[in-house]
């Protein structure tokens, strides 16, 4: 053990310790030995004291003129860099050593990773010296996975900002058997990534926790499913953290939910509940678990904290399980201290405002809400839509227009009335509170303007707006009264035209440069004239010739005019051979041969 050092002693050292500093070589072994000799202490121990009391006073080493600099081409270490990470597993875990990439890379001819020697040899580069270059470029695979800088996030108030999280829980179930329920802990030992069968089994039967924590409080809920995650689950978990458990805080609906992406975050169910609610939900960016950390810390503490007592209980039910889950979570809210506020979770939550905690409705009503998704709904020439079989009046809805599809949803909070789902400046779903319009026992809404005793009238839709500034436009009128008048002159053709007459609808087929083009050879059509040829151009169905012969002659057709007509033609007949047949029935004959017709004939022909 050294001696105590007091201050006569330390200023001796000090003396000795300048004399070393100021010694030419070989004369700071005798400096260190009249040392000891003085102060009575072993030489090393001298040393050993004046090292630590003694400012060093030399002049710093002088940097290098090539510090800072590398052999390594920039080019070169992107490419054993990109060697290393291509070789890394999903799990970060890197399968391929520094060493082998830079073998891997210089027998492919694509890297040199050389130097020149102080005698002026060219020699490779050792792999310490690569590494050293690698971080240099800031391309060392440790530099590159680091992860980005994050933002500070706060909320403004309890209630503001919840997350939730799910993960499964350590105990499983397994096949009831008799008394035995089947609950089991997980042991590692049976359950890890080199037994998949095992693991597989507990993925199917484990119990899941879900946990929810309020963003600026702090404030833990958790509550335990069977069956992963679903749309379901979650949106149970929703109505369990949302409904208050006795007299005790953190509790209400919250402005906004923050998940992980994911089938079940964004399942009907869940997105149901939410918009009926009217809670924003905030889907985080993939890969990025640090978005939501307040609650995977959440996960940790249940789990170390809650989770590590379920192997000295006797659990057999899940109500069991989450009646302890909700014990822990009063104890652990109530009593242990956020390290950001220094307030327990509980104490910080119950400054939440009477207008930040919104109640939610029962229980059974969110449950049905879960399951009603919004549906589309067609606005009519009232200003209404028909939604639940009831008329809605949607003339409340911000710039809404007859045709408009709307998506209307159940209000939670008023059984008189529904939702219209919209969205505001921010991008972000809001809701418009629709007023369901009662009929009278004659069956006319309430309301109604009264024929011959009152007049009223909706406000202009923005369709109507816009149709108003495009007509003024087109007639360059000051007023809707000044535009009905140029409209009435523009019709009898005395007023201006459409925009004064600024419109030439021929303009550009005048401006337009039309190329000349050459005439084309072509081939001329042979046409065949029928009449030419003595070729009937039309012809009648035989049973309709027989009725117009029938209706010229003044009389039914005769058995034996039928007999020789339909021999002659049993199908059809030339359209001219009626004229023939009826001056030859008109005279009574039938002959073997009709008679030709003889009427129109084409010039030229025979």
């Not at 921010?426 to 309430?446: I, Q, S, T």
């Not at 012809?539 to 003044?554: F, L, P, Y």
Request: hydrophobic share 40%; aromatic share 6%; glycine share 8%.
């Amino acid at each position: 053990m050294m001696a105590t050092l007091n201050p006569v002693i330390t200023q001796r050292l000090v003396h000795y310790g300048q004399a070393v500093q100021q010694a030419a070589h070989g004369q700071k072994t005798a400096i260190y030995r009249e040392a000891a000799n003085e102060l009575g202490m072993a030489t090393s121990t001298v040393i050993s004291h004046i090292g630590k009391l003694v400012v060093n006073m030399s002049k710093p080493r002088k940097r290098r003129a090539d510090a800072g600099q590398s052999a390594l081409t920039l080019q070169e270490a992107m490419l054993i860099s990109m060697d290393v990470m291509e070789h890394m597993r999903k799990n970060g875990k890197r399968i391929m050593s520094m060493k082998d990439a830079v073998e891997e890379l210089r027998a492919n001819g694509l890297i040199k990773a050389e130097r020149v020697s102080a005698d002026g040899e060219i020699v490779p580069m050792s792999v310490s010296a690569i590494v050293a270059a690698l971080r240099t470029y800031r391309l060392h695979p440790d530099q590159l996975l680091a992860p980005a800088p994050a933002i500070r996030m706060a909320s403004l108030h309890p209630n503001h900002c919840w997350q939730i999280d799910a993960s499964r829980c350590v105990m499983y179930y397994l096949p009831a058997q008799g008394k035995d329920s089947g609950l089991r802990v997980a042991d590692w030992t049976e359950f890890y990534d080199n037994k998949p069968k095992n693991l597989a089994r507990q993925v199917m039967d484990s119990l899941w926790r879900y946990v929810v924590t309020d963003h600026t409080s702090g404030a833990i809920f958790v509550w335990y499913v069977i069956g992963g995650e679903t749309g379901g689950n979650l949106a149970e978990v929703l109505i369990q953290a949302i409904h208050q458990r006795g007299s005790e805080p953190f509790y209400g609906v919250p402005r906004m939910v923050m998940l992980d992406p994911g089938g079940a975050n964004t399942s009907p169910p869940f997105l149901n509940l939410c918009k009926t609610l009217r809670v924003h939900v905030q889907i985080n960016k993939p890969k990025n678990p640090r978005a939501k950390g307040q609650v995977e810390k959440g996960q940790d503490i249940v789990e170390r904290s809650l989770e590590s007592a379920f192997k000295l209980l006797t659990l057999e039910t899940l109500e069991q399980i989450n009646a302890v889950a909700l014990q822990w979570a009063r104890w652990f809210n109530a009593t242990q201290i956020h390290t950001r506020h220094d307030m327990p979770r509980f104490t910080a939550w119950m400054r939440i405002t009477p207008d930040q905690l919104v109640i939610g409705p029962g229980i059974e009503l969110c449950r049905e809400l879960a399951v009603s998704a919004p549906e589309s709904r067609i606005v009519n020439d009232f200003l209404e839509v028909e939604f639940g079989g009831q008329t809605w009046d949607v003339s409340s809805v911000p710039n809404v227009i007859v045709g408009q599809k709307l998506m209307i949803v159940r209000n939670a909070w008023r059984k008189d009335s529904a939702q219209a789902m919209g969205v505001d400046a921010e991008g972000r779903e809001c809701f418009y509170v629709l007023e369901l319009k009662e009929r009278n026992e004659f069956g006319f809404h309430d309301g109604a303007a009264v024929i011959g005793e009152t007049y009223k009238r909706h406000a202009d839709t923005p369709a109507q707006k816009h149709m108003q500034e495009i007509e003024l436009l087109a007639t360059g009128a000051n007023s809707v009264t000044e535009a009905a008048a140029v409209r009435k002159a523009m019709a009898k053709g005395k007023g201006p035209q459409v925009m004064g007459g600024a419109i030439d609808p021929l303009k550009r087929m005048q401006d337009a440069v039309i190329p000349s083009y050459l005439p084309r050879k072509g081939t001329e059509l042979e046409v065949h004239n029928p009449l030419a040829n003595e070729e009937v151009l039309t012809e009648v169905e035989t049973t309709e010739a027989i009725q117009r012969i029938a209706k010229r002659i003044g009389r039914y057709i005769t058995r034996e005019e039928n007999r020789f007509i339909k021999g002659r033609w049993p199908k059809a007949m030339p359209e001219e051979q009626i004229e023939a047949l009826v001056a030859q029935f008109t005279r009574g004959e039938v002959a073997e041969q009709p008679e030709a017709f003889t009427g129109l004939r084409a010039v030229g022909g025979a």
